[in-house]
């Protein structure tokens, strides 16, 4: 399966991907509003990357993000109707995780059934709260000390993108 946008390549992650995952995964600024502390080791990635090309096998729709030939992200919804994404910090700014969510989220709706699509972020993420806005989604709750990441306790907002 590949998507091609004006500037981006989506396809299915491969276990080729492990070292740039790895280099996204284990940056602090990357994973600053994920829902685990930044990957210490290449083992924690691949595991995670093993799940996540498991989970296509079970009806998950997750792309690798390509700018250029290099995996710049990921994005898309393993264990429907969760949706998320994540991009390297060296290319936040130039609009790339909204063109990828936005080709992601037509393809997702494409090929399931889902009713809707659910993020889940943390207030202080202003930057995906936006990308999440643009996209349509809109909030439907919030909640404290949802999550525990290290020594710090994190809060969420929900969000829904009903199927157009």
């Known amino acids: 399966m590949l998507l091609r946008t004006e500037r981006l390549l989506l396809r299915r992650p ?5 070292e740039a995952f790895f280099e996204i995964m284990s940056n602090p600024s990357a994973m600053r509003y994920w829902s685990t502390l930044p990957h210490a080791h290449l083992a924690i990635t691949e595991n995670w ?7 296509e096998h079970t009806g998950g729709e997750h792309f690798a993000i390509e700018h250029e030939g290099r995996v710049i992200g990921e994005v898309g919804a393993g264990r429907l109707p969760e949706f998320g994404f994540i991009i390297h910090p060296a ?3 130039r609009g ?3 063109e990828a969510a936005r080709a992601a989220i037509v393809q997702i709706f494409a090929a399931t059934d889902a009713s809707e699509l ?17 996209l349509g989604f809109v909030e ?6 949802t999550f525990l990441l290290g020594d710090e306790w994190c809060d969420s907002i929900y969000l829904t993108l009903p199927r157009p």
């Open 49 to 55: 990357l093993q799940q996540m090309t498991a989970r």
């Open 91 to 93: 290319y936040w700014g």
């Open 118 to 134: 659910k993020a889940d972020a943390d207030p202080r993420n202003a930057a995906s709260l936006r990308v999440l806005d643009r």
């Open 14 to 18: 491969s276990m080729d991907d492990l």
């Open 140 to 145: 439907t709750g919030r909640a404290e000390n």
């Open 96 to 98: 790339f995780a909204t």
